[in-house]
Each structure stands twice: as structure tokens, then as C-alpha cells.
């Protein structure tokens, strides 16, 4: 008897774990634990065994059907996660439901302007170079003679920091850093980020964007200024447009000047945008100061260059017809999905 027990149980605990569904499982819980499977038989024939058998058998019995209770129980557990599981991926993929839209986001529309001023540049030959946004009080200043008493170096007009740094004003420190590592000739823009502790209003924000023009070599003159000017803001605004300047002065060129364009609103009529003038300013320009050529050991006698600063911002204002610049820097979904 003991053995036939034996037999039985490992039966069970053999086929108990591979039965495929609830359904399957149930029809071997009748075979092995129901009223007529043999264990039940086997249970009721225990008063018939003889005084030392009975408890040894008894014991055996109930240890066997405890283990197959057990057993089952476990598999039912599992098999109900798996049939959860499979109502649930039944759901998921139902295919009668309707689409889920995929959101694509887009470019901010200041780096669209950004790469298309980089895509104008690199097409008239011109390099893309890059400097840090923290600087040096010598590279944002001094190399670019800006003199110690010079306004913009006020603590009320530059963010500087406690090491002794800054957060560079212009991205004009970058023609240095050009310029102390290569020999003309050279010919690079430099797009980039610039901080000045201007309070925000529709026209200033205290971060914005600009990019610097360097041109050096052999021969350059303002007329090359001009005409470089001249086609890129034709390029970027059409062909209505160009470029006039005005006498300025910058510490970094001599001479200086600012640039204006033909209002691309107006044709130069006269309107709101550019105040009934007919012209809308744009940056600064000029021939590099001999000085600051000195300041990076390249002969003065034999070379001379160009370089031009332009707000990215501003740009993009025009392109787009914005009249508030914190627009730009508020991440409004609303504002910024009109560029998609
Ligand atoms: N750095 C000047 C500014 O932020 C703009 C500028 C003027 C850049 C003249 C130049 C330049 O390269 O030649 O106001």
C-alpha cells in the first residue's frame, strides 16, 4: 500500500505542473483529490489496516493529499496571472480602437534662424567657431581693448561671477580665441549665447543670442564688410533689402559702425515696426583695430579684417513678426508649436 501511495503522489506532482489551463487542472484535482479518486478510497480504507499500519498509512495519506492541495493551489495561482496577463495584451492591441497621435516636437524657432544663418555663412565659405560663455575679464574686454574705465565693464551692465570670471557680454571674445589659435587667413562666424544684467522687457532679456563675423587676411577692406553684409541679409530677408551704416564707435574696430537694414516691413516707407523710419538696426560692424590684431601677434602692416556682431534674437523677432523678446524664453507650447 505504501508504495501504490507513493506512485500515486509522484504522479500527481508530475503532472499537476504541465496542465496548460484552469480547465485541465480542475479535471486533475477530481482525479487525484475527488470523492472517487483512489486517494479518497485509499483514505477510507484505513480503519481496515492493522493497529501498527493504520498510523503509518494515515499519516502518509494525509501528508500525500496535503502536498497535492498545495500543489494545485500554486498552479492555479499561476495560471490565473497568465490568463490575466493575456486579457490584458488582448486589450492592448485591439486593433478597432483609433490610432494614438504621435507628438512630434520641433526646433525652437531661434536655433531655425540660428542654423539658417550658419547654412547662409558656411555657403559664402565661412567657418562655424565656438567659445565659452564663461570668460575671462580678458577676453571679453581687455583683448578686445576695452578699456578698464569702459562702461560696459560696469557691474550694473555684466554678470560677473565670484571666481573672477564672467558671463561674456558679446560673442566677440571668440575672434580672440579664434585668433590666437590660427593664422589668417580666417573667416568665421560665431553664433552663441550672452548675458547682460538688463532688466527684462519687450526689447531686452538678459540672456540672448548673437553671432560674430571675422574676416582677416591679406587685402580685406570695408568694401568686402559690405558686400559680405550686404548678401547675407539678402539671403535671409530677400531681395528687397540691404544694408546702410551709420558712424559708431566700438573699442574693437576703427573704424566703427552701426548696421541698418531697409525695413523689411515697409520697404523703407515708413511704419510701426520701424518706427517711421524706414530702416531697422541690426548690430555693430567695422575693420578690426589694428590693436587687437597686435594683441594676438598678427602683423598689422600686413593684414587687416572685418567682423560684424548681429542679434540671433532680433533676427528671429523680424523673420517672425514677434514684437516681445521673453516670448522666446518662456517655453509657451502655445507660442512655440506655431513652429512646427
Ligand atoms: N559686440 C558688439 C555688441 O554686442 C557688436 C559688435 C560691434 C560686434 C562691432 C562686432 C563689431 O564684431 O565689429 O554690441
Not at 574686454?141 to 569702459?150: G, M, R
Not at 523703407?268 to 601677434?297: H, S, Y
Request: charged share 30%.
Amino acid at each position: 500500500m505504501k508504495e501504490e501511495i507513493q506512485t500515486l503522489r509522484q504522479k500527481a506532482l508530475e503532472e499537476i505542473p504541465i496542465c496548460k489551463n484552469l480547465k485541465e487542472l480542475e479535471s486533475l484535482r477530481i482525479k487525484f483529490l475527488g470523492r472517487k479518486s483512489k486517494l479518497s478510497f485509499l483514505l477510507s480504507q484505513i480503519g481496515q489496516l492493522s493497529k501498527e499500519q493504520r498510523p503509518v498509512i494515515g499519516n502518509l495519506l494525509n501528508q500525500s493529499k496535503k502536498e497535492i492541495e498545495k500543489q494545485i493551489a500554486v498552479k492555479k495561482e499561476a495560471l490565473l496571472i497568465v490568463k490575466q496577463k493575456k486579457s490584458k495584451i488582448k486589450r492592448e492591441i485591439d486593433v478597432t480602437l483609433p490610432g494614438r497621435p504621435v507628438e512630434v516636437g520641433a526646433k525652437h524657432p531661434l536655433f531655425q534662424v540660428w542654423e539658417e544663418i550658419e547654412d547662409i555663412f558656411i555657403s559664402l565659405g565661412f567657418e562655424i567657431a565656438e567659445g565659452p560663455e564663461i570668460e575671462t575679464e580678458y577676453y571679453n574686454f581687455d583683448a578686445l581693448n576695452t578699456p578698464e574705465w569702459h562702461p560696459a565693464r560696469n557691474l550694473s551692465d555684466t554678470f560677473y561671477l565670484k571666481n573672477g570670471m564672467l558671463l561674456r557680454t558679446e560673442t566677440s571674445p571668440v575672434q580672440i580665441r579664434v585668433m590666437e589659435k590660427y593664422k589668417p587667413p580666417i573667416r568665421i562666424i560665431a553664433p552663441g549665447r550672452c548675458y547682460r544684467n538688463d532688466k527684462p522687457d519687450a526689447s531686452h532679456s538678459p540672456v540672448f543670442h548673437q553671432f560674430e563675423a571675422l574676416v582677416v587676411d591679406v587685402g580685406i577692406t570695408f568694401a568686402d564688410l559690405k558686400g559680405t553684409l550686404d548678401s547675407f541679409v539678402k539671403r535671409l530677408f530677400g531681395d528687397k533689402t540691404h544694408s546702410r551704416f551709420r558712424p559708431h564707435f566700438f573699442p574693437f574696430t576703427e573704424p566703427s559702425a552701426e548696421i541698418d537694414i531697409l525695413c523689411i516691413n515697409c520697404n523703407g516707407k515708413g511704419c510701426k515696426l520701424c518706427k517711421n523710419t524706414g530702416w531697422l538696426e541690426m548690430g555693430g560692424a567695422g575693420m578690426v583695430d589694428p590693436k587687437v590684431l597686435e594683441e594676438v601677434n598678427y602683423d598689422s602692416e600686413k593684414y587687416t579684417g572685418f567682423a560684424f556682431g548681429l542679434g540671433i534674437d532680433r533676427i528671429t523677432m523680424l523673420k517672425y513678426g514677434i514684437s516681445d523678446i521673453r516670448i522666446l524664453f518662456r517655453n509657451d507650447l502655445r507660442f512655440l508649436e506655431q513652429f512646427v
